[in-house]
């Protein structure tokens, strides 16, 4: 059980395009879903926490207006990197848990390639 | 804010030795969750610890957490080559999960 599904898995775009990242709890209702980037060979970086239902909470020097985070119902909660440039290439990495703070399911992860 | 930080970065083994990796808080938890993300994956969850002193094993995998709760360890008992990847401890207080920088294992045949 606890099966998370993130999708895509690799997006190559031009720059100004925006990219929407989905993630879906399979087989659970993740009351929580977090949003994480990680750079090569280094650990995962918080961008927001969402709960279903409410606005995100995002961390300090991430931007709410170019990463958009709706968690519309208990089983899905989407990334939004609006007007993509270079420097978001990156791996996003979504995962969810049943309440705050209970171990996290992750997604496999969207390598981002902005051109 | 709280910090959880994880050493040794990185570590390389020979086949049949041990591992082990060190958690540290600035703060105390109330619980602290492992996990393993193999090269090319997605962080998969190992186990959370929630008692003071608590100690956890998983066949050659043992887990501790600390009386004080601010420090674990993950301990494998002669490594084989399934168990490289990089291994993140990840603490929580009264702030949502925060991960440390993870050790990375390499094991040589």
């Known amino acids: 059980g606890a099966v998370v599904s993130q999708h895509p898995s690799w997006v190559i775009c031009k720059s100004g395009t925006s990219v929407k990242i989905e993630c879906r709890s399979l087989?659970?209702?993740?009351?929580?879903m977090f949003w994480y980037r990680q750079f090569p060979k280094q650990s995962l970086m918080l961008m927001a926490t969402?709960?279903?239902?409410?606005?995100?909470?995002?961390e300090q020097g991430v931007e709410k207006d170019k990463f958009l985070i709706n968690h519309a119902s208990l089983t899905l909660s989407t990334l939004t990197v609006t007007s993509a440039h270079p420097e978001d290439s990156s791996f996003y990495i979504c995962?969810?848990?049943?309440?705050?703070?209970?171990?996290?399911?992750f997604g496999d992860g969207t390598r981002l390639s902005i051109l | 804010g709280q910090q959880v930080m994880q050493i040794p970065q990185y570590q390389h083994v020979q086949e049949g030795e041990d591992f082990t990796t060190y958690c540290n808080s600035s703060t105390t938890l109330s619980n602290i969750q492992w996990y393993k993300q193999r090269p090319g994956g997605h962080p998969v969850f190992l186990i959370q610890l929630v008692k003071s002193g608590e100690v956890k094993k998983q066949k050659r995998l043992t887990f501790q957490f600390g009386e004080a709760k601010k420090n674990s360890s993950l301990h494998i008992t002669a490594t084989q080559t399934t168990d490289v990847g990089t291994y993140f401890c990840?603490?929580?207080?009264?702030?949502?999960?925060?991960f440390g920088k993870g050790t990375r294992l390499s094991v040589i045949a």
């Open positions: 990840a603490g929580s207080g009264n702030t949502p999960l925060v």
């Open positions: 969402s709960n279903e239902g409410s606005k995100a909470t995002y």
């Open positions: 995962s969810a848990s049943r309440w705050s703070n209970q171990p996290q399911h």
């Open positions: 087989d659970f209702q993740a009351t929580t």
